[in-house]
């Protein structure tokens, strides 16, 4: 997580207002759970997750083994069956 100094974002009395409760220190601001993203959403990696699942739970159905897919996704055979056995959403 970076760091912003709270004068280069905040109005002047705001800072003001929350050095008469910390001072020098750090304080976290939780995010808006309306705003709240789940894991890999910003990024597009659950969505390129959800499509090699799918890729390989197909070529598990057309016939591929569960030790070549392992293989060629570089995957451990547990993880593969995880993938080919999860419920689809």
Do not use: F
Request: aromatic residues 8%; glycine residues 6%.
């Amino acid at each position: 997580m970076k760091y912003i100094n709270a004068k280069a974002l905040l109005p002047d009395e705001l800072v003001r207002e929350l050095q008469s409760y910390i001072q020098g220190g750090y304080i976290y601001v939780p995010a808006d759970p309306a705003h709240h993203r789940q894991w890999g959403e910003a990024s597009g990696c659950r969505q390129a997750l959800k499509r090699r699942n799918r890729k390989i739970t197909e070529e598990y159905r057309k016939g591929s083994s569960v030790n070549e897919l392992a293989e060629k996704y570089c995957l451990s055979v547990h993880a593969i069956r995880k993938i080919i056995y999860q419920k689809t959403e």
